[in-house]
């Protein structure tokens, strides 16, 4: 459907008064409605037939300072469309109904909503902060916010006290660290265990808390914030430009994708073309990145079941990788490349030169590999037929990008909502088909993640053929937008990752949200963990390719 | 004797002094001094504490990895802070991780070192203006070497490690020791 037929659907269903205009034809129709509404309108948009907004993409809170609002993306997986939904609730005594029934992805976002804005969701099935410590007072991503001077003895300013000497910490009392730990005659016959903040398998700092029966896990809850760094609220007292960098950390290992989906939303605002040349360096630049993050998900994944070796073949390639983005944009990691209408720096022709023999020597390598790891009895053993997500468990929990296509759907941002110039390149989307065992296991989705690889290999060699002549940068005058807002997604190598920004006039952003693939990979968990043996629990951790400030941001 | 005329102490005088000598009693046997020798299989063996949390975890994987190599300076990774001599920071601390880092340097053997790999452990770097993080890992834990970037690279981080040798080889536990017995 249309926007426009869309809009008069839910005008005829909801009133005149709820469907709010459509400011341009980009925008999806926006659907205003009361909170006491939401549930039922909720209902009624994923399971009319023509419409079926199956997929929650994002879920956000914004203090618009006289109440507040959350602010719900959806799509429509079968029918490609997608609509705004928002919700105003008071600001003394906020309160919405929860979707989590629904969308079962809105659990996490809802409880992260609360964390930070202090929305009650009525009817959540457990709502309590998600990332930051439970005694912690206030919520940050309200406007009037002020944080604490001192939190559990640490002084909150860079400066206001010295560093702390041997004596001072040895002299502390011992330390008392919250473990999750239960009472024996709470639970009867099982054991909690904490698996991390601190462990190796769990891809950063994210703590699970196991409740296990010998080897078999009844419960795994994750328990993420231990790298929450607060980028969404930075970003508010940063330009426009200024919160690139931190775009770069909100995903270290595509860095350029975030990068991407922020110069998209902006560019958006702005009403700012980029050159080709602009465009075919960024394509370059992510698709390089694409596989030097997929490098590190299928290589921590053999390490995480028990085979180092791919682990160090892959940080060999992953450092040619490296060479060639910092000639490329300077950096090896947080590559700050992209700008507002192009690229920082221009892709020279030596350095294309460069990626081309790349490419002639990575080809041989990847069959080695396969030879090496991807065919070994044991690692297929490990993963083929563990864990398997179905097709609507991924869709409802909003998993995205390779671990929503080793469940079979068929949904590629670079094809399906084509952005930059991927519409003019060839290339297959890779689906899981029970490549090794059932549709949607650990094994799909460690397969699509080789095989997307190759697809970016192609990508490459005809983004480095096509590679247009011209500017690379057309440098707006003044970044200002005006009073708007805008949801632009990328298809990272996590998936989707989508930055949600609303301007209001000035050069700061009112607000930024990102929407990332981790985040939403990690809360099926959860869900899928009862019944699993606590081995499969880390292949199934690396096979989500779980990447933590992707969770915590 | 003075540290100057000791060849066994590196000493602007001596500044690449022998650091064992050959005894002429019994050929293959080494003389040396005790506090030497004990820093020579210390900073020989440097087990760093795999404690990556954020972006710096990255470049410390890589520096582990086939290019920079880490281990030929003894230096490997363990998982387990009760293995461990040397807590490599690498990456942003925040409020919440604050309790489990005090834990992780309490529950790990001395001697001890700890290294605050980046802006971020240095000071809070990008994210100093955060609500969530922590100004730097020396309002935790007491910090022995702090190393800049952001993140730094591989060969920053090998620096640091070989930085880290050298105020190893100055520690005197010899003469601590027998204070404590």
């Known amino acids: 459907m249309t926007p426009a037929e869309i809009a008069a659907r839910l005008r005829t269903r909801f009133g005149d008064g709820a469907v709010v205009a459509v400011q341009d034809a980009l925008l999806d129709p926006t659907l205003e409605l009361a909170p006491e509404r939401l549930h039922e309108a909720a209902r009624f948009l994923r399971d009319e037939d023509d419409l079926r907004f199956d997929f929650l993409r994002s879920l956000a809170g914004v203090d618009r300072k006289e109440a507040l609002e959350v602010v719900y993306h959806l799509l429509s997986l079968p029918h490609r469309h997608g609509v705004t939904l928002r919700v105003r609730t008071p600001r003394d005594k906020p309160s919405v109904a929860s979707v989590a029934d629904v969308w079962p992805t809105a659990e996490w976002h809802e409880r992260e909503t609360f964390d930070l804005f202090g929305i009650d969701f009525a009817g959540h099935p457990d709502l309590r902060r ?23 003895g640490i002084v909150t300013t860079r400066e206001g006290s010295l560093p702390v000497t041997r004596a001072q910490v040895a002299g502390r009392p011992q330390v008392q660290v919250a473990m999750h730990g239960a009472k024996a005659e709470e639970l009867p016959g099982y054991m909690r265990v904490n698996m991390g903040p601190h462990h190796p398998a769990t891809h950063g700092v994210i703590n699970f808390l196991l409740e296990t029966d010998g080897e078999i896990i009844r419960k795994a809850s994750p328990d993420v914030g231990y790298l929450h760094r607060g980028i ?18 909100v995903d270290y290992l595509g860095a350029i994708f975030a990068n991407h989906s922020w110069a998209l939303a902006v560019e958006k605002l702005l009403g700012l073309a980029v050159p080709p040349r602009g465009e075919y360096c960024r394509a370059i630049a992510s698709e390089l990145n694409r596989i030097a993050s997929h490098l590190i998900a299928t290589g921590a994944l053999a390490m995480d079941v028990g085979a180092f070796t791919p682990f160090t073949h892959w940080i060999r390639e992953r450092e ?33 030169d460069t990626i081309r023999l790349w490419l002639d020597h990575f080809e041989p ?66 689906v899981g088909k029970g490549f090794r065992g059932v549709v949607g296991d650990c094994y799909d989705r460690y397969w ?28 707006p005058k003044v970044v200002k937008p005006a009073a708007n807002e805008f949801y632009a997604a990328v298809e990272s190598a996590r998936g989707e ?57 | 004797m003075s540290d100057a005329a000791d ?165 005197r536990w010899a003469a601590k020791m027998k204070g404590q017995a």
């Not at chain 1, 970016?456 to 053929?465: G, Y």
């Not at chain 1, 809360?523 to 690396?542: K, N």
């Not at chain 2, 000493?11 to 003389?31: F, K, L, M, Q, T």
């Open chain 1, 130 to 152: 998600l990332f930051l410590p439970d005694d912690w007072v206030g919520y940050p991503l309200r406007k009037d916010y002020a944080p604490p001077a001192e939190y559990h």
């Open chain 1, 497 to 553: 990752l989508g930055a949600y920004v609303i301007a209001d006039g000035t050069d700061k952003p009112y607000r930024a949200k990102f929407r990332t693939g981790s985040y939403t990979g990690l809360s099926i968990i959860q869900h899928l963990s009862p019944g699993l043996m606590l081995a499969d629990l880390v292949a199934l951790i690396g096979s989500l390719d779980v990447v933590a400030p992707e969770v915590d941001r």
């Open chain 1, 320 to 352: 040619k990788i490296n060479d060639i983005m910092e000639r490329i944009c300077g950096a090896r990691l947080t590559y700050n490349y992209l700008r507002f209408g192009g690229v920082a720096r221009d892709i020279k022709p030596d350095v294309v």
């Open chain 1, 232 to 249: 969404e609220k930075l970003a508010e007292s940063n330009l426009y430009i200024g919160t690139m960098p931190y775009t770069d950390r």
């Open chain 1, 448 to 475: 699509c993640r080789v095989l997307e690889m190759v697809e970016s290999m192609k990508i490459l060699r005809q983004a480095c053929d096509k590679l247009p002549e011209g500017e690379f940068w057309a440098k």
């Open chain 2, 7 to 171: 060849p066994l102490v590196k000493s602007p005088a001596n500044a690449d002094g022998p650091r064992v000598i050959e005894a002429e009693v019994y050929p293959g046997a080494i003389a040396t001094r005790l506090d030497h020798a004990i820093n020579w299989f210390r900073e020989s063996s440097i087990w760093y504490l795999l404690f990556a949390t954020a972006c710096c975890g990255i470049e410390l994987m890589q520096t582990g990895g086939p290019r920079t190599d880490l281990d030929r300076f003894g230096a490997v990774f363990r998982a387990s802070p009760r293995q461990s001599d040397l807590l490599l920071v690498a990456g942003t601390i925040t409020y919440k991780m604050a309790d489990r880092v005090r834990l992780l340097w309490a529950q790990m053997a001395d001697p001890k070192y700890v290294v605050a790999m980046g802006s971020c452990a240095n000071c809070g770097g990008l994210f100093q203006r955060s609500y969530s993080v922590v100004c730097g890992v020396d309002k935790i834990v007491p910090v022995d070497l702090y190393l800049p970037g952001c993140p730094p690279r591989p060969e920053a981080l090998n620096e640091a490690i070989l930085r880290l040798q050298e105020k190893m080889h100055g520690e």
């Open chain 1, 365 to 430: 390598i990847l069959r080695e590999f396969n030879r090496l790891i991807s065919d070994n009895e044991i690692f297929v053993r490990r993963l083929a037929d563990v864990a398997p997500i179905s097709a609507a468990d991924a869709v409802g929990f909003g998993l995205v990008g390779p671990n929503l296509r080793a469940s079979g759907v068929h949904w590629d941002l670079r094809r399906d909502a084509p952005y930059s110039i991927y519409p003019e390149l060839e290339f297959d989307v890779i």
